[in-house]
């Protein structure tokens, strides 16, 4: 789709393409302010509660589509305390009130990032907001995808817009093919070492190269999923015959109605960064920043008090069947908890076998939801405690007592860990 | 007189702003009595109503949690000067209704205890401890138009009703 403008052909990038669609305009440039339409939006137990409230302040009445808002408590649910209880109670009696169609109620209900996907409601070349932060994961379909806090989701929700500033788009090469035993944890672990925190403040990542084509899309959405931990705005990944099939599999039987954007050859980049993914180590971040990427070569004998395998970055199927393949036979030596995402996964972790692995490992096998992750509840740690964790995020406090630490680390370097007590290298283990 | 309290640090993020296990309630005023906590434990301690944090670069960086805003609100702090925010942060504010400041260099020039009088129309803040004006690139015209409308909602409402 390449878009003329007075005479000249206009050379965009995937993200600019899609804006450019959602704000009804044939293109669109960096530093841009449009209005976009939305396509989905996703709310959970805790930013979509105070969105109900201020539209019932302000006395707006409106949902724009009740079939594009996506509705899934996670972060708290099964009600953690009292509070979290009226949280749920609040966003619960408001979809039912809204009659919103996708709501997962408690039972069916999962960490948000992983529900959508898996449910089928993440298409190419839309336009998806979310009351959180990590929304930037469904870039790896080929779509925009970015975190609002809740009034920009009571804006959302009320009027299907949202002004967005069109950013600009940092191009990030995987070459090469990932060595035995590293992930795509260890890749976006590295991406965000390289160019830190705040490193693509504002801006699109967008990751093309050779590396991705052997990348699942569950090992993608581990990418994408991290791009906020750079500061993106969000993170985005072409279509291939990989997102196909996922789709084929997760969206209603021959729903195919969805448009697919590239890049053009001569779209601009405000910076391109190569990466031989070849060359890649297991990595662990350390407290307190995504960005204190170590190679495990490096950190190798550091005690922990407790392994975390879960969250909307790595607790997927394929994570806990990494994790199971290293456990097998085995018993941990520190507090092990693993969460799978989403019910289904869950379900598939029972049938597979899976579970009883981690049964007899002597690990906690709970529930989905964020729980730990953010440290709400099911797993949170006491001061001076260390966790390995497949999560996103080892700020301060993160997952309990503010003088506690997490380390971040891929499902197969968090299982070995486990069974050793320390952070150990997996490709001893697998 | 509004006093600055300066953080010499980068990427405060929003668990330290505001932690998790206090995101059960949305309420500004419980929220406040933990704002910054996680950085600056005797914080709601020494500040009086209209006090400025100030900060270095990424302020706000993490989730996506307006809470973090609203803790602030809660507190009654005047304003954040920062070198530079996170995005979602940044943009929380602008829809709170929450005046945010761009400041390079702002830990370094701004000291401690210093007190401060801001003039967000003419871009400039009056350090009055230090004797010393130093301007500051006001908010873009978009942003300006939803804080004074009060916040995106009811710039919104307009659209809706
Ligand atoms: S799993 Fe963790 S990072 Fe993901 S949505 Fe839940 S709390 Fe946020």
Redesign the pocket.
């Known amino acids: 789709m390449v878009k003329k403008v007075k005479g000249k052909i206009m050379q965009m990038t995937i993200t600019e393409k899609i804006l450019a669609r959602a704000a009804g305009l044939s293109s669109v440039k960096p530093g841009q302010l449009i209005n976009a339409k939305l396509d989905r939006i996703m709310c959970?137990d805790v930013t979509t509660p105070p969105a109900i409230s201020m539209l019932k302040a302000k006395d707006i009445d409106t949902v724009f589509d009740t079939d594009k808002i996506i509705v899934t408590p996670?972060?708290f649910q099964p009600a953690k305390d009292i509070q979290s209880a009226q949280l749920l109670k609040r966003l619960d009696t408001w979809a039912k009130e809204k009659c919103i169609k996708n709501y997962y109620k408690v039972g069916k209900a999962g960490?948000?990032?992983a529900i959508l996907p898996e449910q089928g409601h993440i298409k190419p070349g839309h336009v998806t907001i979310g009351g959180?932060?990590?929304t930037c994961t469904y870039g790896a379909f080929a779509a925009f995808s970015t975190g609002v806090g809740s009034t920009d989701l009571a804006a959302g929700i009320a009027t299907g817009e949202l002004w967005f500033r069109v950013p600009e788009s940092i191009k990030f090469v995987l070459n090469g093919k990932l060595p035995f035993g590293v992930y795509s944890k260890d890749v976006i672990l590295e991406v965000i070492r390289i160019i830190g925190t705040d490193g693509a403040l504002y801006k699109a990542m967008e990751f093309v190269g050779p590396a991705l084509k052997e990348m699942t899309m569950e090992a993608r959405m581990t990418i994408t999923n991290m791009a906020i931990e750079a500061g993106g705005k969000s993170g985005i990944i072409g279509f291939d015959e990989i997102t196909k099939k996922y789709l084929d599999e997760h969206l209603k039987a021959g729903d195919t109605d969805y448009t697919i954007y590239e890049s053009d050859a001569g779209a601009k980049y405000c910076q391109t960064i190569e990466i031989d993914c070849s060359k890649l180590e297991p990595m662990v971040a350390f407290p307190h920043l995504p960005s204190n990427g170590k190679k495990i070569t490096e950190c190798a004998g550091l005690a922990m008090d407790q392994a975390y395998i879960?969250?909307?970055?790595n607790?997927r199927i394929e994570d806990f069947r990494i994790a199971a393949k290293i456990m097998k036979g085995k018993k941990v030596k520190c507090r092990t908890i693993v969460v799978p995402?989403t019910p289904v996964i869950w379900k598939q972790c029972i049938d597979e076998g899976i579970a009883e692995i981690f049964y007899n490992a002597e690990c906690v096998f709970s529930a989905p939801t964020?729980g730990a992750?953010?440290g709400?509840f099911m797993g949170i740690l006491a001061e001076g405690e260390r966790c390995v964790s497949t999560?996103?995020?080892n700020f301060v406090g993160r997952m309990g007592h503010p003088k506690s630490e997490v380390y971040l680390a891929s499902p197969a370097t968090a299982a070995a860990s486990a069974i050793e007590g320390k952070l150990v290298d997996p490709r001893n283990y697998l | 007189m509004p006093k600055a309290h300066v953080y010499k640090r980068d990427h405060i993020n929003t668990d330290e702003i505001i932690p998790a296990r206090y995101l059960n309630t949305d309420d500004a005023v419980v929220l406040a009595k933990h704002c910054m906590e996680d950085i600056d434990e005797g914080f709601m301690k020494k500040i009086s109503a209209g006090d400025i944090i100030v900060a270095g670069d990424d302020f706000g960086c993490g989730?996506s949690r307006e809470h973090a805003v609203w803790s602030i609100q809660g507190a009654k702090i005047g304003a954040v000067i920062a070198q530079s925010y996170a995005r979602i942060f940044y943009r929380n504010c602008i829809n709170c209704g929450f005046y945010v400041i761009e400041l390079p260099n702002a830990p370094q020039v701004i000291n401690d205890g210093d007190e401060i009088e801001i003039d967000y129309k003419a871009g400039e803040i009056n350090n009055k401890t230090q004797k010393k004006k130093i301007s500051f690139e006001p908010l873009p015209d978009f942003a300006l138009e939803i804080i004074n409308d009060g916040g995106l909602l009811e710039h919104i409402k307009k659209k809706v009703k």
């Open positions: 959970h996670d972060h960490v948000c990032h959180d932060s990590h879960g969250s909307c970055t607790g995402a964020c992750c953010l709400g999560t996103n995020r | 989730s």
